[in-house]
């Protein structure tokens, strides 16, 4: 499922059918590395592709699952969500 949906996304921005398809694709990578975490939680067992421990998958998936989604809805032009603080800090480090 996780790979189907990361597929997916990289199709819809590899395409680029429509004027957002970028952000869309990416959203959707975003949320398939989502459904990773929640998927390591819920399935009792993995076989032999436990190579790490359940927890690190966990906060692995979830942390870049949760980063891209946001920096998806936050790219520009035309962002989809406003961050007040964000646009702030680049003011503070740009020097402007």
Same mark, same amino acid.
């Given at each position: 499922?996780?790979?189907?949906? +990361?597929?997916? &996304?990289?199709?819809?921005?590899?395409?680029?059918? /429509? +004027? $957002?398809? /970028? #952000?869309?694709?990416?959203?959707?990578? &975003?949320?398939?590395?989502?459904?990773? @975490? =929640?998927?390591?939680? *819920?399935? %009792?067992?993995?076989?032999?592709? @436990?190579?790490?421990? #359940? /927890?690190?998958?966990?906060?692995? !998936? &979830? =942390?870049?699952?949760?980063?891209?989604?946001?920096?998806?809805?936050? @790219?520009? %032009?035309? %962002?989809?969500? $406003?961050? %007040? /603080?964000? $646009? $702030?800090? *680049? #003011? !503070?480090? *740009?020097? #402007?």
């Amino acid at each position: 499922m996780v790979i189907g949906l +990361t597929g997916l &996304g990289l199709m819809i921005v590899g395409l680029d059918l /429509f +004027t $957002e398809a /970028f #952000r869309v694709g990416t959203i959707l990578i &975003g949320v398939a590395l989502i459904v990773g @975490a =929640v998927l390591r939680r *819920v399935l %009792p067992s993995v076989g032999m592709l @436990a190579v790490r421990s #359940r /927890f690190t998958d966990m906060i692995t !998936y &979830g =942390v870049l699952g949760v980063a891209i989604t946001l920096l998806a809805l936050v @790219a520009q %032009p035309n %962002p989809w969500l $406003e961050l %007040p /603080f964000l $646009e $702030e800090s *680049v #003011r !503070y480090l *740009v020097g #402007r």
